[in-house]
C-alpha cells in the first residue's frame, strides 16, 4: 500500500515528465514550425530580398533572426538595403494560434539602419522594392517597435553613398496602415504624441505615377544634416515619379531657432538625357565652416559639385555668420559640374577672413549676386575693427 509520501514523490516525478514532454513539444513546435512561419511572413510582408544569418527560438516564446538585411531583389554596392538589423524579434498573436493560423503580431527591431536611398546613377529609390501586401479582409499589419538605431537619407552619385540626413533613434514604434494603393507609416519615440516629441510620416502610393510623401517633426537634436546636429521643427516634403521624370513638388524645413529652408524643382528625360531644374531658398541660415548645432557646415562641401564657384568663396573666405540664399539650378545629371546658377546670397550679420589677406572683416549686410561664373557685389556694408567699409 502507498502511504502519502509516496504519492507525493510519484506526482512529483508526473510533473517532472509532462513538463519535459511541454517543453520539449514547446522547443520542436517553435524551431520546427514557427520558425518558417516568421521567416515566410516576413517576406510575403516586405515582397523584397531578405537575408538572415541565423534564426533561433526564445524561450519567451519569439523567433529571433540576426543580422537581418532586407533590400531590393539584386544587392548592389555600394549597399542598398533598405533595412539592415542586428537582431530582429517576432512575435506572434495568441489569438492567431487557436485559430490555427499564426499570425506575426509584433516586430522588435535592434540595433538598426533604416535607410530611404535615391541612385542617381540609375534614377531608383531603394524602398520602392517594397511590395507590401493588400490589406484584405482579416489582415493586420504588424506593430513595429525600435531600439538604438538611425533612420537616414541616402544618395549615390558616381558609385559613391553620402548621407545627406540622418536621425538617430533611442526607442520608438512604428505602425503600418494601407488602403488599396496608399500606405502610410507613422514613426514616433516613446511618449510622444501630436503635439510633442519625434515623430514621422511617410506616405506613398504604387499606382503608375508613385508619390512618395514624408513629414515629421524632430525637435530633440536627434537629427544631422550635412554632418550638423539639427532639431528639425517640421519638415515636409512630396516626391512625384513616373518612367521618364522626377518632380520634387515641395520640400519645406524649418530648422532650429529661425531657418526655413525650402525646395522644389524636376528631374526630366531620364530615359535619355536627364536634365533638372531646382530652386533652393535658405533663410535665416547660420554658417559655419565646422558642423555645429542648428548650422550649415560649408566644410561639407556640399556646393562643390553644382555651384564649384561658391565652394571657392566658403573655402577662401571662410564665411561665419547669418545669411540667406536664393538660387535656380538647372542642368544636365550627367555633367553636374556644368550647371548653371542665377541668384544671391543676402548677407545679414557676415564676418569673413580671405586666405590671404588675414585681417577679419566683419558684419557683412547686403546680397551678393550669385552665378555659376562670378560673384558680384553691390554696395556691401561691413566693418573691420573700427573703421566702416563699403564693398563693391
Request: charged share 25%.
Amino acid at each position: 500500500m502507498i502511504n502519502n509520501r509516496d504519492k507525493k514523490t510519484v506526482r512529483w516525478i508526473i510533473t517532472v515528465i509532462v513538463a519535459v514532454v511541454l517543453w520539449f513539444f514547446y522547443n520542436w513546435g517553435g524551431n520546427l514550425l514557427l520558425q518558417p512561419i516568421a521567416v515566410r511572413q516576413i517576406r510575403e510582408l516586405t515582397g523584397a530580398r531578405v537575408d538572415i544569418d541565423r534564426i533561433s527560438f526564445m524561450l519567451s516564446g519569439k523567433i529571433r533572426l540576426e543580422n537581418v538585411q532586407i533590400g531590393p531583389l539584386i544587392k548592389t554596392e555600394p549597399d542598398n538595403s533598405i533595412l539592415t538589423a542586428k537582431d530582429f524579434d517576432v512575435s506572434f498573436s495568441l489569438l492567431s494560434f487557436l485559430k490555427f493560423n499564426p499570425q506575426i503580431k509584433q516586430i522588435r527591431l535592434v540595433d538598426f539602419v533604416l535607410n530611404a536611398q535615391f541612385n542617381n546613377d540609375t534614377k531608383q529609390w531603394n524602398i520602392l522594392a517594397l511590395k507590401l501586401p493588400a490589406g484584405g479582409t482579416g489582415f493586420k499589419m504588424p506593430d513595429f517597435r525600435f531600439k538604438r538605431g538611425e533612420i537616414k537619407f541616402t544618395q549615390i552619385s558616381d558609385g559613391k553613398e553620402t548621407k545627406t540626413i540622418a536621425c538617430r533613434v533611442r526607442s520608438a514604434s512604428a505602425k503600418l496602415e494601407q488602403d488599396k494603393d496608399l500606405s502610410i507609416m507613422t514613426i514616433a519615440e516613446d511618449g510622444a504624441n501630436e503635439t510633442s516629441g519625434d515623430r514621422i510620416f511617410v506616405r506613398w502610393t504604387k499606382d503608375a505615377n508613385p508619390q512618395i510623401e514624408v513629414e515629421g517633426y524632430l525637435p530633440q537634436l536627434d537629427l544631422e544634416l550635412f554632418g550638423s546636429r539639427c532639431n528639425f521643427n517640421s519638415f515636409y516634403s512630396k516626391v512625384v515619379t513616373d518612367n521618364n521624370s522626377i518632380v520634387f513638388k515641395k520640400t519645406t524645413i524649418a530648422v532650429g531657432p529661425a531657418t526655413v529652408i525650402d525646395v522644389n524643382g524636376t528631374i526630366a528625360d531620364l530615359k535619355t538625357d536627364p536634365s533638372f531644374v531646382f530652386g533652393v531658398r535658405m533663410k535665416d541660415l547660420t554658417v559655419r565652416y565646422e558642423p555645429q548645432d542648428n548650422c550649415f557646415a560649408h566644410g561639407s562641401r556640399i556646393f562643390d559639385k553644382f555651384i564649384p564657384l561658391l565652394q571657392v568663396f566658403f573655402d577662401n573666405f571662410n564665411p561665419q555668420g547669418l545669411l540667406d540664399l536664393d538660387v535656380v539650378l538647372t542642368g544636365k545629371v550627367n555633367q553636374i559640374a556644368k550647371t548653371q546658377c542665377r541668384g544671391y546670397l543676402g548677407c545679414k550679420d557676415v564676418s569673413i577672413k580671405y586666405f590671404e589677406f588675414p585681417y577679419l572683416v566683419e558684419h557683412l549686410a547686403g546680397k551678393i549676386d550669385v552665378t555659376e561664373t562670378s560673384m558680384t557685389m553691390k554696395d556691401i556694408s561691413a566693418a573691420h575693427g573700427k573703421v566702416d567699409i563699403v564693398m563693391n
